[in-house]
Nanobody, 118 residues
């Protein structure tokens, strides 16, 4: 069974940056990043396919950049110009279809907390 491990979360001031890492135990076509804030539904943030196609939620366009190293089965999410509303637990997920819909992903990591606060 595929395993995913996220890392890189933490506390950062507004306007700061963090880079999240998602390490997969094997190949996956699509990796998505999702986040869930307290009392809110999980939302799609970004996805990337093994072919290099990628997409972003409108709320993070221009601030977040997703990339992947296929040789290492690793995906990165560079988050710049962070805002307090970016505070959430961030999850990476793997699936066969690249989409921001969480229902299409079969494997999930344990999550990493991102807190944006002064």
């Amino acid at each position: 069974q595929l395993q995913l491990v996220e890392s890189g979360g933490g506390l950062v001031q507004p306007g700061g940056s963090l880079r999240l890492t998602c390490a997969a135990s094997g190949y996956t076509f699509a990796i998505g990043w999702f986040r869930q804030a307290p009392g809110k539904e999980r939302e799609g943030v970004s996805w990337i396919s093994s072919l290099g196609s990628r997409s972003y939620a409108d709320s993070v366009k221009g601030r977040f950049t997703i990339s992947r190293d296929n040789a290492k089965n690793t995906v990165y999410l560079q988050m710049n110009s962070l805002k307090p509303e970016d505070t959430a637990v961030y999850y990476c997920a793997a699936g066969d279809i690249a989409t921001l819909s969480s229902m299409m992903y079969h494997y999930w990591g344990q999550g990493t907390q991102v807190t944006v606060s002064s």
